[in-house]
C-alpha cells in the first residue's frame, strides 16, 4: 500500500509538472530532418506535418525562419524543393522555397537569419482557427512521380501567438521534489 501511495504521489507531480498554457508570443523550432518531398503539390505520397500548435485554441503565424540544408535526388533542382505553410482549411497559404535560385541539383545550405517577419515581406499572417499548423513538403517541377526528389535537413523557426507551450509552474515542481523527497525517505525506512 506504501508503494502505491508514492507511485501515486509521483505520478501526480510528473502530470501536474507538466501543464499547458497559452503563450502570448512565441518561436517554436520544428525539426525536419529526414523529410523528404516527392511530388507536385497536394500528391498523396507527399510528407504531410500537422502541428497542433494551440491546443485546441487560435493561432496566428506571423513569421517563418529556416536553417536548412537540402539535398536533391537524381535531376531535381534546389529550387524545386517547396515547404507550403497553411491551415487544415487552408493548406499552402505561405509557400519556402529556401534553395530558390539554385536551379542545378546538388546539395544546398541555406538560412533565413532570424525569423522574417510576414509584414516586412508583405505578406498576411496565418490564421489558424483551430491552431493546426499544415506543413506540406512539394516539387515545384517533379522530375519524377512517385519518387523521392529531395531530403530537408535542420529547423524551422515558426513565430507567433497563441501557442500552446508546456509550462512547469513553480508550486508545481515543489509538489513534484516533495513526492520524490518521499520516496527517499520511505525508501531508506523499508
Not at 500500500?1 to 505520478?11: D, R
Amino acid at each position: 500500500m506504501i508503494l502505491g501511495k508514492k507511485f501515486s504521489v509521483i505520478v501526480a507531480g510528473l502530470v501536474l509538472a507538466f501543464t499547458t498554457s497559452i503563450a502570448s508570443a512565441a518561436v517554436i523550432d520544428v525539426d525536419i530532418s529526414g523529410v523528404a518531398s516527392w511530388d507536385g503539390e497536394g500528391s498523396p505520397l507527399n510528407t504531410v506535418l500537422l502541428l497542433d500548435l494551440g491546443g485546441g485554441g487560435p493561432v496566428t503565424i506571423d513569421g517563418i525562419g529556416w536553417d536548412l540544408t537540402i539535398t536533391s535526388v537524381g535531376a531535381s533542382w534546389l529550387s524545386e524543393a517547396v515547404i507550403g505553410f497553411g491551415g487544415t482549411a487552408n493548406p499552402n497559404e505561405v509557400n519556402l522555397s529556401a534553395g530558390a535560385g539554385d536551379s542545378f541539383p546538388g546539395v544546398g545550405t541555406y538560412s533565413s537569419g532570424g525569423i522574417v517577419d510576414f509584414a516586412s515581406i508583405p505578406l498576411p499572417n496565418i490564421e489558424l482557427a483551430d491552431g493546426i499548423l499544415r506543413l506540406e513538403f512539394f516539387e515545384s517541377f517533379d522530375d519524377v512521380t512517385g519518387d523521392i526528389d529531395a531530403f530537408y535537413e535542420g529547423l524551422l523557426s515558426i513565430s507567433g501567438t497563441g501557442f500552446a507551450t508546456p509550462t512547469a509552474e513553480p508550486g508545481i515542481l515543489m509538489l513534484f521534489g516533495l513526492g520524490l523527497i518521499g520516496v527517499v525517505v520511505a525508501r531508506r525506512k523499508v
